[in-house]
């Protein structure tokens, strides 16, 4: 007799704008965008372009909430950096040059050179430290799919939805959910999760997400995905790494 062919997982219901949204966990990830000690505390480059860098402290709760939540649930999880390389070839000149001449990136500062992988400002804060076998994408511009393997990725676990966090809502997080949109993928921006140096940015960052019967994709939040996980908790441990 042929084999029985697995059953299709469980779907979920997550509360969004401007519709709900039907998901299924084993298909979704989490990604967290660039929660990095160089944009989150004193003196990294969030602060060196002039920026309240506290305002971003808002989200780390929140992000906090739903990767414990994700990780119960043994949805994909992926973190995003960016930086450049030490010898910054993959650097533009336009993005270098911005801010002033002493505190650009590449230059020292508090936490290293600023915006340089492998420096201290480059690693994700504390509070959202990656777990063994998470992926951590290194990526040298806003976007998460621009110079990264993150398609690859999702193609080879079957990744049809992306639950999106991290900083800032209008930069790194719009550009991540309209490549993603772009590809196919069903992107949900989790508003407390996310935050801005500018709320009105922030503001409108989301609603430019959802204008027009969802343009680019859902908006959510912690509560609505913690109540969507909450019946599909499997507590299995972390992928081990490769």
């Known amino acids: 007799m042929p084999a029985t062919p697995p059953a299709p997982p469980s779907e979920t219901q997550l509360a969004a704008e401007p519709a709900p949204l039907a998901f299924h966990p084993a298909r979704a990830a989490l990604v967290i965008i660039d929660m990095q000690r160089d ?7 969030g602060e060196t372009l002039g920026n ?18 994700a990780r119960a649930a043994g949805l994909m ?7 450049h390389r030490p010898d910054m070839m993959d650097a533009p000149p336009a993005k270098v040059e911005r801010g002033a001449p002493t505190a650009r990136i590449g230059c020292a500062g508090p936490m290293g050179r600023i915006l340089i992988r492998g420096e201290p400002g480059h690693d994700i ?8 076998g998470e992926p951590v994408l290194d990526k040298p511009g806003k976007g998460a799919f621009y110079q ?9 676990r079957g990744i049809d939805t992306l639950l999106v966090a991290g900083v800032t809502t209008e930069v790194c997080v719009h550009t991540t959910i309209r490549e993603g949109n772009d590809r196919g993928y069903r992107c949900v921006a989790l508003a407390d999760c996310c935050a801005s140096y500018i709320p009105e940015f922030h503001r409108v ?16 939040d912690s ?6 996980l909450a019946g599909t908790a499997t507590h299995a441990a972390p992928p081990s790494a490769a």
């Open 205 to 220: 960052g989301l609603e430019m997400i959802k204008a027009q019967g969802g343009i680019f994709g859902w908006v959510s």
């Open 223 to 228: 509560t609505a995905l913690l109540a969507a």
């Open 52 to 69: 309240d860098v506290s305002r971003l402290q808002a989200a780390v709760a929140p992000c906090q909430a739903v990767l414990a939540a």
């Open 148 to 156: 990264t393997d993150l398609e690859l990725m999702l193609k080879n």
């Open 125 to 132: 804060i504390a509070a959202l430290a990656p777990a063994p």
């Open 77 to 83: 999880v992926i973190h995003t950096r960016e930086g």
């Open 39 to 45: 944009f989150l505390e004193p003196g990294g480059f």
